[in-house]
């Protein structure tokens, strides 16, 4: 398979796109990286629907790909199996941030965890940026910390 080769070409592990898929930055050059090599979105959500994995993530079709002996979770049952983790570090609006942003990610897919959605996901939330930033503490770089770091939990289950 193609794809298979291509990441072989630029050899990822299965480790190894855990580690690049649980930062935004670093996903984001992966889909990018994919798509140039001719498996852009619609490529990649036709081989969703080929493994019969629609509401999954992307990041556990491509494990697939890799292992066909480990089956594709949905986000939701990805999202159950980081809770856990999660929400230790947090306090209680925090929690409630994040719990919005994972039901987006549920609801819509990756891209709700892409950096340049934070903003929007804090205006959806609360009456604006501005007081979303207000709400969960004043500091916009702890916030984005937050918002990076919650990502590692929900691919750690991986």
Known sequence: MKILKWFVGITITLGGIGALWSNPKTRKKLIEKL????????????????????????????????????????RAERVAAAKATMFTIMNDKQKEFIEFVLSKYIEVGVGELEESKLPILLSSMFQSQEDGIQKLGGDVIKINSLFVEFQQHLYQTA
């Open 35 to 74: 798509a140039a090599a001719g498996y852009g979105e619609e490529e990649l959500n036709g081989l969703r629907k080929l493994i019969d994995a629609e509401k999954s993530d992307l990041f556990d079709v491509l494990e697939y790909v890799f292992n066909s002996e480990i089956k594709p979770i949905t």
